[in-house]
């Protein structure tokens, strides 16, 4: 159980020199910024931003929060904490006026009457969901877009963000201790138990977010509990969220949004030594996605 915590650092050492050997792989930024038309954000953007988008934002964070905290003593399985975390995301997004295109979502149903639920998506096998991960509003944007209640693993460290740390902490989402891996034990078990009850978990498989807009190396760590649970692993790539609202900064650029959802992909028979090949074959599906040309 430790192996998801315990490689984290040496898996991301391994994964930069296995980075720096692609001569193929998708375009840099700059090439794709090329292909895009040039978009103005100046400083009525940024007025926007700093003083209607943003304390909405914190605005929705604190009253949602707040209240999530208080079901909290009372909601056992987090159904009601997910409602919550939904309104949030949506208030969000409509918000900050960025609309989302999604693609890819008939290959999360099933055609051969396998159980599903209300949009049709199948329920049958436990799914983990691997998804890029480029801005703060990535997350509203799954809760937005993903018609189904899921859990997320997380970071120790969001812990110290008021009202969004206690949700996460309260909610049943998955935190990993990279600094003390004996800590994440019981809430591994727990994440495991959950994703073969059908439970899905969304995952970070870079480990936070990126710095400059590139899709960072993989910690192969990150499909310890799909494999574990032999479950398929769902590539999803989220476009432009990085320009809409890079790290340290408050400026929300509104703008066209894309998450495109891969074809599934099977674990099944493989074992722990099989990580690194399941690893490299979700990055080559995630950057397959990411760099595919933008909708007009």
């Known amino acids: 159980m430790n192996k998801i915590a315990t490689t984290v650092e040496p898996e991301k050492e391994r994964a930069e020199l296995r980075s720096t050997g692609r001569t193929n792989a998708s375009p840099t930024r700059s090439e794709q910024l ?63 006026l960025s609309p989302v295109k999604v693609t890819g979502m008939n290959n999360l149903t099933d055609m051969c009457g396998a159980d599903k639920d209300k949009k049709g998506i199948d329920t049958s096998k436990p799914r983990v969901y691997a998804v890029t991960h480029a801005s703060a509003l990535d997350i ?9 209640q899921f859990r997320i693993i997380f970071k120790s460290e969001l812990l110290a963000y008021p009202f969004v740390g206690w949700h996460l902490k309260r909610s049943g989402q998955v935190c ?11 809430a591994i078990k727990s994440a495991l138990r959950s994703l073969r009850s059908g439970t899905p ?72 030594e099989d990580t690194d090949k399941v690893s490299a074959k979700v990055r080559a599906a995630i950057e397959s996605l990411h760099s595919a040309p933008r909708s007009t």
């Not at 809760?143 to 189904?148: G, I, T």
């Not at 990993?176 to 019981?186: R, T, V, W």
């Not at 978990?201 to 032999?230: N, Y």
């Open 34 to 96: 090329a292909t895009q038309p040039a978009t103005r954000h100046g400083w009525l953007s940024r007025l926007r931003s700093y003083f209607i988008l943003a304390p909405l934002i914190w605005a929705y964070t604190i009253i949602l929060g707040t209240l999530s905290l208080l079901c909290s003593l009372f909601d056992r399985n987090g159904r009601v904490q997910n409602i919550l975390a939904r309104f949030w995301s949506w208030l969000i997004m409509k918000t900050i």
């Open 201 to 272: 978990l969304v995952i970070f498989p870079e480990g936070g977010r990126t710095r400059d807009g590139q899709i960072q190396p993989f910690l192969p760590g990150a499909f310890f509990l799909a494999i574990k649970a032999q479950a398929e692993i769902v590539p999803i790539a989220l476009v432009g969220t990085f320009d809409l609202l890079p790290m340290n900064t408050y400026h929300i650029k509104c703008q066209p949004l894309e998450m495109r959802v891969g074809e599934p992909i099977s674990t099944f028979g493989l074992t722990v």
């Open 140 to 148: 509203p944007i799954l809760y937005v877009y993903l018609p189904f």
């Open 176 to 186: 990993i201790n990279q600094q003390n891996p004996a800590l994440s034990i019981g």
